[in-house]
């Protein structure tokens, strides 16, 4: 079985603050992992996803994220915050057959 | 980039109707789709997998009878809310993928109020 945890469900920052928004995973299996972004009303944008290939994976936006399986973690950052990062930020396992488990989500503001 | 299309993106409807919502893959051949619905302000859950000419794979919980789907092209996908009730209201996002461990692509969602 998968799940993903991610550690609070909002989170504020200042512009031009880091961004850190953190998942924990459990996979009996190799997991894909993943980042989206959802704006208000609107559908998931994939932000970047980790398929076992380089562990620091770089995504659109200037977001980054590192697979840690010491720590089953992969935890999203961005060095510095603009408004237009406002958003519900998932993130989600795979067992690689295209069937994701999604988190419960972190709201992000961002503030002036 | 690979598009999803999913329509309507907002629908009103009485309680006791049935309502149809589509997902169309534009410029790939989506072998698989998925079918998820989010409540306000939690994640997304999935409700279903739907494979392309065959039997949609229901989640636990979600009733196959009231929320019917038909994967009847490599191209369409639709989910129909039967009989929908004011709990049935929720965000419904479809995704399409061209296979296994291929990429996912999103709909923009369908905001489903039953009044």
């Known amino acids: 079985a998968q799940s993903v945890t991610q550690l609070g469900s909002h989170v504020s920052v200042s512009e031009g603050a880091l961004v850190l928004l953190r998942c924990n995973y459990s996979?009996?299996?190799?997991?894909?992992l993943f980042w989206y972004v959802q704006y208000p009303n609107q559908g998931l944008q994939l932000l970047l996803k980790?398929?076992?290939?380089?562990?620091l994976v770089k995504g659109i936006n200037g977001f980054e994220a590192e697979f840690k399986k010491s720590e089953t973690s992969f935890h999203l950052t961005k060095p510095s915050a603009h408004m237009s990062d406002a958003a519900e930020y998932f993130c989600?396992?795979?067992?690689?057959?295209?069937?994701?488990?999604f988190g419960q989500g972190t709201e992000l503001s961002v503030k002036p | 980039g690979a598009v999803v299309s999913q329509h309507p993106s907002w629908v009103i409807c009485k309680s006791g109707t049935s309502v149809k919502i589509e997902c169309r893959s534009l410029?790939?051949?989506?072998?698989?789709m998925f079918w998820y619905r989010q409540f306000p302000k939690q994640s997304l859950m999935l409700m279903a997998t739907s494979n392309e000419g065959s039997k949609a794979t229901y989640e636990q919980g979600v009733e196959k009878d009231k929320f019917l789907i038909n994967h009847a092209s490599l191209t369409l996908s639709t989910l129909t809310v039967t009989s929908a009730h004011p709990e049935d209201s929720s965000f419904y996002i479809c995704s399409a993928s061209q296979g296994m461990g291929e990429k996912l692509f999103f709909g923009s969602g369908t905001q489903l109020s039953v009044l």
């Open positions: 410029d790939f051949q989506a072998t698989t």
């Open positions: 996979s009996s299996v190799p997991p894909y």
């Open positions: 989600a396992v795979s067992n690689q057959g295209g069937k994701l488990i």
């Open positions: 980790y398929t076992s290939a380089a562990t």
